[in-house]
Antibody, heavy 120, light 106 residues
Framework: EVQLVESGGGLVQPGGSLRLSCAAS????????MTWVRQAPGKGLEWLSL???????YYADSVKGRFSISRDNSKNTLVLQMDSLRSDDTAVYYC??????????????WGQGTLVTVSS | DIQLTQSPSFLSASVGDRVTITCRASQGISSYLAWYQQKPGKGPNLLIY???TLQSGVPSRFRGSGSGTEFTLTVSSLQPEDFATYYC?????????FGGGTKVEI
């Protein structure tokens, strides 16, 4: 059974940085397509970033240049480094496994989310 | 970027009702569409991928259809556990995008 557990959320001041982690069990992170999605309070889902099994990365325009997705293979963990944070980055951040079979299919396993609050 | 427009945004229904949610894409995406269910305080749960393929373990009362730019999610007989918010998502091209969501409530 796949389990994804996010951590690293919390309160940060505007302009600050935060590093989110997603510990995986039941799958090997560097052999899968992995992704981050966020949800602002009372709002819908917003895709942020994806890293494929080759290490190629993709970003939404809203976070390009500020956020960086990576993997820590020794810990079987997905990472999201978030810099230059703004108040509109306040959200619950989810990691997920992206299913890929001759093409991207869906996000088929999700974590429980970690809350990031950007406020002074 | 591909925009996904869901309708309705809110849907009031009763147990046993047949409900249909529509998702329209701003350009053709073949069948590269997924549907998710989300309950308060939880991460989303995959229901359907490839527009019409039921994810393992999902009840057969959920059905997806469509291709190109128009898609539907139908719940044949709404159960108490189905009251939730539903999202469509396109995986045709980057940036990946979600619809705005449809809240199904009593």
């Amino acid at each position: 059974e796949v389990q994804l557990v996010e951590s690293g959320g919390g309160l940060v001041q505007p302009g600050g940085s935060l590093r989110l982690s997603c510990a995986a069990s039941g799958l090997i992170v560097n052999r899968n397509f992995m992704t981050w999605v966020r949800q602002a309070p009372g709002k819908g889902l917003e895709w942020l970033s994806l890293i494929d099994s080759s290490g190629r990365t993709y970003y939404a325009d809203s976070v390009k240049g500020r956020f960086s997705i990576s993997r820590d293979n020794s810990k079987n963990t997905l990472v999201l480094q978030m810099d230059s944070l703004r108040s509109d980055d306040t959200a619950v951040y989810y990691c997920a496994r992206a299913s890929y079979i001759y093409g991207l299919k869906s996000f088929d396993s999700w974590g429980q989310g970690t809350l990031v609050t950007v406020s002074s | 970027d591909i925009q996904l427009t869901q309708s309705p945004s809110f849907l009031s229904a009763s147990v046993g009702d047949r409900v249909t949610i529509t998702c329209r894409a701003s350009q053709g995406i073949s069948s590269y569409l997924a549907w998710y269910q989300q309950k308060p305080g939880k991460g989303p749960n995959l229901l359907i991928y490839d527009a019409s393929t039921l994810q393992s373990g999902v009840p057969s009362r959920f059905r997806g259809s469509g291709s190109g730019t128009e898609f539907t999610l139908t719940v044949s007989s709404l159960q108490p556990e189905d009251f939730a918010t539903y999202y469509c998502q396109q995986v045709n091209s980057y940036p990946l995008t979600f619809g705005g969501g449809t809240k199904v409530e009593i």
